[in-house]
């Protein structure tokens, strides 16, 4: 990659390009252009540093991501919810309803887990058993 921009620049650029997209990319173009010397012993300091403004370039990505849409995914404080959850839940939304939507927060939820009684089930299981089935 001939240009060694950093993170912070971009900003909107063309058609409908965001900043996370835009960082996304740079991130994908470094990997790429590492990968082949991912092995080679001579290339060790280039990969690290590479792979260094990769990781780098996601961790911005991954913030410009979170101001664009309002959603915090991954390394936030108060993010409990893993972002592949979030993931599904958001495509869930956009095939239920099927128009755009903005995805404002996504809590997990405790559900309490009454006390299994194993004699109480096998009571049951015996008692449906003996029915007849018409």
């Known amino acids: 990659m001939s240009n060694q921009g950093t993170p912070s620049d971009g900003g909107q650029a063309g058609d409908d390009m965001f900043t996370a997209?835009?960082?996304l990319g740079k991130t994908l173009a470094l990997i790429h252009h590492v990968l082949p010397h991912i092995d080679e012993p001579d290339h060790a300091v280039r990969v690290q540093e590479s792979l260094r403004?990769?990781?780098?370039?996601?961790?911005?990505?991954?913030?410009?991501?979170?101001l664009e849409t309002g959603v915090m995914v991954g390394s936030g404080a108060h993010a409990s919810v893993e972002a592949e959850i979030v993931a599904v839940i958001a495509a869930a939304i956009a095939v239920l309803l099927g128009r755009p939507f903005r995805l404002?927060?996504?809590?997990?939820?405790?559900?309490?887990?009454?006390?299994?009684?194993v004699w109480a089930v096998e009571g049951r299981t015996q008692i449906f058993m003996s029915h007849k089935v018409r």
């Not at 403004?53 to 979170?66: G, Q």
């Not at 809590?107 to 309490?112: C, F, G, I, K």
């Open 53 to 66: 403004r990769a990781v780098a370039f996601l961790e911005a990505a991954r913030e410009a991501h979170a």
């Open 104 to 117: 404002v927060s996504v809590n997990p939820l405790a559900v309490p887990a009454p006390h299994l009684n």
């Open 21 to 23: 997209e835009l960082n």
